[in-house]
């Protein structure tokens, strides 16, 4: 168990790019969540899948964000056209399918707009 | 919608001091409740959890009891250490798979 990793840890970037972060869960999982946290604030949900299948989205989950888990293993999520407003610390987390299975949640990626 | 409010912090104690840090939650039936700490540097790890009310949830010296009439979930340790100064966030599920719903975090520090 090498724990969920998270790629890159910081990202600084100038309003209007795009970025895009990595998350490798724990590879037993089938289930993998993203949430974002703000400063002084709990971690926000913006997604989960099982498997490669995309489940729930938040309401935070602007059409400038996108999520993709293909072949259920690592996920990707994109912002496009940044915002300062997008900065923040993106957390994802990966569990097994079973009832109260526990999130496992890995270190983040910062994410600074200029 | 369903929510989790926590105590104000940040907080201070000296090591050795009883600690308790309030968690209420607002929503509609009977979530699961956990609560999740951040060591500095580190990732969210759940630190107790329980699932109905009654239950008490333990795990390295704290405590949490499931009140269903008070819809409350306070985190209790006899004898705080330096080591668990953290982030607290309580939190709380419906079912297996859907979001986690989170408190906005409660700074703990334990001072020698």
């Known amino acids: 168990d090498t724990g969920v990793s998270q790629d890159p840890r910081h990202k600084i970037t100038k309003r209007g790019q795009n970025v895009t972060f990595r998350c490798d869960p724990i590879s037993e999982h089938n289930r993998l969540y993203w949430y974002r946290q703000t400063l002084g604030q709990g971690p926000e949900f913006l997604t989960y899948?099982?498997?490669?299948?995309?489940?729930?989205k938040s309401r935070l989950l602007s059409d400038r964000f996108s999520a993709e888990r293909p072949k259920g293993s690592f996920s990707t999520l994109e912002i496009q056209r940044t915002e300062q407003g997008d900065s923040a610390m993106y957390l994802c987390?990966?569990?097994?399918?079973?009832?109260?299975?526990?999130?496992?949640f890995g270190n983040g990626t910062r994410l600074t707009v200029t | 919608g369903d929510s989790v409010t926590q105590m104000e912090g940040p907080v201070t104690l000296s090591e050795e001091a009883c600690l308790t840090i309030n968690c209420t939650y607002t929503a509609t039936g009977y979530p699961s409740l956990f609560w999740y700490v951040q060591y500095p540097g580190e990732g969210l790890q759940l630190l107790l959890k329980?699932?109905?009310?009654?239950d008490k949830g333990s795990n390295k010296g704290f405590e949490a009891t499931y009140r269903k009439e008070t819809t409350s979930f306070h985190l209790e340790k006899g004898s705080v250490q330096v080591s668990d100064s953290a982030v607290y966030f309580c939190a709380l599920r419906f079912k297996q798979g859907s979001r986690l719903t989170f408190g906005e975090g409660t700074q703990l520090t334990v001072n020698p």
């Open positions: 899948f099982q498997n490669e299948a995309q489940l729930e």
């Open positions: 987390a990966s569990s097994f399918r079973r009832v109260n299975s526990p999130l496992h």
């Open positions: 329980a699932t109905k009310a009654d």
